[in-house]
Nanobody
Framework: QVHLVESGGGLVQAGGSLRLSCAASGRTFSSYAMGWFRQAPGKEREFVAAINRWGGNPYYADSVKGRFTISRDNAKNTVYLQMNSLKPEDTAVYYC????????????WGQGTQVTVSS
């Protein structure tokens, strides 16, 4: 099992940046592919970005491509989401998730961190 805790959310003006972190417990972090998702009020949760267990092959939702960067540090059991050029439509609760199968099925989820982008 892995326990995930997100941090780094907050209030930022449009055009600003934030970096989210997701710290994982356990000694098997490097065996999980990791992803970031978000859920805005009144909307379904949506995929944002994912990265494989070795830190390669990052891929992104079209809505964030070119603005967000996912990365991970397996020595620190942490995955990051660098968010630049933020827009009001990026406002959401952001969740990290762990995928043990590397098939896009996420087994474990964090509690989420709020990101609010003001116009």
């Amino acid at each position: 099992q892995v326990h995930l805790v997100e941090s780094g959310g907050g209030l930022v003006q449009a055009g600003g940046s934030l970096r989210l972190s997701c710290a994982a417990s356990g000694r098997t972090f490097s065996s999980y592919a990791m992803g970031w998702f978000r859920q805005a009020p009144g909307k379904e949760r949506e995929f944002v970005a994912a990265i494989n267990r070795w830190g390669g092959n990052p891929y992104y939702a079209d809505s964030v491509k070119g603005r967000f960067t996912i990365s991970r540090d397996n020595a620190k059991n942490t995955v990051y989401l660098q968010m630049n050029s933020l827009k009001p439509e990026d406002t959401a609760v952001y969740y990290c998730a762990a995928d043990s199968s590397a098939k896009g099925v996420y087994d474990y989820w964090g509690q989420g961190t709020q990101v609010t982008v003001s116009s």
